[in-house]
């Protein structure tokens, strides 16, 4: 079992500075949340030792990289055995094009987020790689009208 860490206000701030910029400073950050650079530290320092903070990544533009569209695919599939649970997950999560994958409770089973150039190599994944699958029942498909910013 975890041990739940208890966030004071201080604390929601830095991770909301750190959320939109991981790589500000400690001086920066210190200053954002209106303490000194060493007990900002200390705190930040206690954040990740919590698990609090899992890492820092770098936040890449798709479009940038030729995977402007994504789309959300909603799987069913036929397995109730772990057997095939697992080969379908260890396949799935093995493709480039798949960039977040979730089980779910209930219906759909799975939620997978894929990033593609455009709508043909869409098609060419979920036709040639997805649907192929044997344990899947159904695909649907749902792509993005407009991202909306959040402040997380």
Not at 102 to 131: C, K, N, Q
Not at 137 to 144: D, F, G, I, Q, W
Request: contains cysteine; charged residues 30%.
């Amino acid at each position: 079992m975890r041990n739940e860490i208890t966030l004071d206000a201080v604390d929601r701030e830095i991770l909301f500075h750190l959320r939109r910029d991981g790589r500000l400073t400690n001086v920066e950050l210190a200053k954002r949340v209106g303490l000194t650079p060493p007990p900002c530290l200390r705190r930040v320092k206690r954040l990740e030792e919590a698990g609090v903070i899992a890492g820092y990544r770098a936040v890449v533009d798709p479009q940038a990289i030729g995977r402007g569209l994504e789309v959300f695919v909603a799987v069913e599939i036929y397995a109730q055995d772990r057997k095939s649970f697992e080969e379908f997950e260890a396949t799935v999560a093995s493709y480039e094009e798949v960039i977040e994958f979730r089980r779910m409770y209930g219906r759909p089973d799975y939620f997978i987020r894929v990033a593609v150039a455009d709508h043909a190599a869409y098609e060419a994944f979920l036709t040639g790689r997805l649907s192929c699958l044997p344990a899947v029942l159904r695909l649907e498909s749902h792509m993005t009208m407009k991202e909306i910013e959040t402040d997380r």
